[in-house]
């Protein structure tokens, strides 16, 4: 049999990355992850696999991150019972980051019913419980990078550092078929080459394929190397703290809270920053960041002093401890989950604050679409947390050299390196401006194969020398949207209640009026007004 490869997640789309591997001794999975963004991508985790869970003979993952990992207790509650391949640092962060994502499932889930029940609507099911993650742990089997691990018959995987966070790998796949053995390489998430736990991304050369992530596929940074990004924290902060008012950084609670701690720690060291109050306002932050206190000594072995037992570091794990933060008037951080503000209890933070003139809004990573954070970071105002508008007073800013990606120059310069790639390259973990940003700068300047952009469900047949791509037959989504109607209307709503609010009598009537014509049944807008 011909090896396959199709992308069902990560194919248009920065999340959801699950692509599965099938050849003549069965089925592999590399990652199997939650898609997260606007609410028409997400509703996808509520649907049935478009494969058999029972069919995969071994699961595969890059690293932690839940866009990566997010659905493997919903495959193994639903029959899959391979094993779990992984390095020893993501089985340890997912020991705390899937039970987690499952007490979010049950979470969510109980508070829509409550609102079903008022409505009449059925009730809903979690996607998965923490007792489905915590069973799924048992799965988990970590190998160490750089050996070789036979996963089933045919089939044999190496990990390489990829980068990204503790225990993020590259995974180079060996694979039987009728042109002979094949050689895969999937990037996972790369990083950026230059962050206080990693070096350069790593990887093998001389390879079939190679199935790279592309999400800052379209940016060019300017080098930024580890003082220079301290010191625009630094800025950031001393600012923040001097207008009185609290700091808040989203955060995502692997690894971007963990070097945020570290350079906060470095710079009050130097005398860059006063000593202040740093809360981290977040369980899974703080069960992780307790594994990097025991990883420390292998990913920095530069840390003269553990950052994490600081007397001005204050983890909060206990839901009364989160609430007294609700009194603080200013001269403070506070770090809270997520980084996208779409769950978390930074969404209570910012409802507290995001109205306050003195308070300051620090993003640190990418926002998707569809998230809080993107629209806070795009300007918009009001914004609607837990049901209420709220005026965006804050100070919002943005820190991109935190970024845990590689950008377009670093990805091509890591591509590059695994030459010669003799049967194609496919693009995958991006929107779909920065990766056709990406094929367009490999075309000029990489290696003469052909580039592949697969879209959700789409299948490539590694023939020998090249790729076919075979579309889905019944793909989950016609196409990822660029616009996602639930924001829309989420926008609409707020808009028409300033309008409503600042308007005279005449005009909201007036504006009603023309809203409820547009809604009635034969109404059509496109039609011509009478007597035009």
């Known amino acids: 049999m011909t090896p396959t490869v199709t992308f069902h997640g990560a194919a248009g789309t920065v999340t959801g990355s699950c692509t599965l591997i099938r050849h003549d001794g069965g089925a592999l999975l590399i990652d199997c992850g939650l898609f997260q963004g606007p609410k028409t991508v997400k509703e996808l985790n509520y649907r049935d696999f478009p494969f058999d869970p029972r069919e995969p003979a071994a699961l595969v993952l890059t690293h932690a991150h839940i866009d990566h990992t997010g659905l493997v207790p919903k495959l193994c509650r639903q029959g899959f019972r391979g094993r779990i391949h992984c390095t020893s640092g993501t089985r340890d962060l997912l020991t705390f980051m899937l039970p987690d994502s499952g007490f979010i499932q049950e979470s969510e889930v109980l508070h829509l019913n409550h609102r079903n029940r008022q409505r009449g609507r059925p009730e809903v099911q979690p996607i998965y419980t923490r007792k489905d993650a915590e069973a799924c742990l048992e799965q988990l089997e970590p190998a160490d990078y750089g050996v070789w691990v036979d996963v089933m018959p045919g089939v044999k995987v190496r990990f390489w550092d990829a980068g990204h966070l503790l225990g993020s790998a590259s995974v180079e796949v060996k694979v039987a078929g009728d042109d002979g053995e094949q050689t895969l390489l ?84 130097q005398g860059a920053l006063p000593r202040t109050d740093i809360f981290l306002d977040s369980p899974l932050a703080v069960n992780v960041t307790d594994v990097f206190r025991q990883h420390l000594p292998d990913i920095n072995q530069a840390a003269v002093a553990n950052p994490f037992d600081r007397p001005y570091f204050h983890p909060i794990s206990e839901v009364e401890g989160s609430k007294r933060l609700n009194r603080l008037s200013g001269g403070a951080i506070i770090m809270a989950a997520s980084g996208m503000c779409d769950a978390g209890r930074i969404r209570h933070h910012l409802k507290n604050h995001l109205w306050q003139r003195n308070a300051t809004v620090l993003f640190v990573g990418y926002q998707a679409p569809g998230t809080l954070g993107r629209l806070l970071t795009q300007g918009v105002s009001p914004v609607r947390i837990h049901g209420e508008e709220i005026e965006v007073r804050a100070r919002i800013r943005t820190l991109d050299s935190y970024s845990g990606h590689a950008d377009q120059a670093a990805l091509l310069a890591w591509l590059a390196a695994r030459g010669p790639i003799r049967g194609g390259i496919a693009l995958l973990h991006g929107e779909t401006a920065p990766r056709a940003a990406l094929a367009d700068a490999l075309a000029a300047t990489g290696p003469t194969v052909p580039i592949h952009q697969p879209s959700l469900d789409e299948t490539i047949v590694l023939r020998a020398g090249k790729g076919v791509l075979v579309p889905a037959a019944q793909p989950r989504l016609a196409s990822v949207p660029d616009e996602d109607w639930h924001n829309l209307y989420a926008a609409t709503v707020l808009e028409l209640s300033e309008t409503l609010r600042h308007g005279d009598d005449a005009r909201r009537l007036a504006l009603l009026h023309q809203i409820a014509a547009l809604l009635k049944p034969s109404s059509d807008p496109s039609a011509p007004a009478e007597g035009h």
Do not use: M
Not at 194 to 218: I, L, M, N, Q, R
């Open 186 to 269: 999937f990037s996972g998430d790369l990083g950026p080459g230059d962050k206080p736990f990693h070096g350069a991304p790593e990887g093998p050369s001389d390879v079939d394929w190679v199935f790279c992530e592309s999400t800052y596929g379209g940016t060019i940074r300017p080098p930024v190397d580890n003082d220079e990004r301290r010191r625009q924290l630094g800025v950031e902060v001393a600012a923040a703290l001097k207008t009185g008012g609290v700091l808040l950084i989203p955060v995502f609670a692997v690894e971007r809270t963990q070097e945020l701690l570290y350079d906060l720690d470095r710079l009050v060291d």
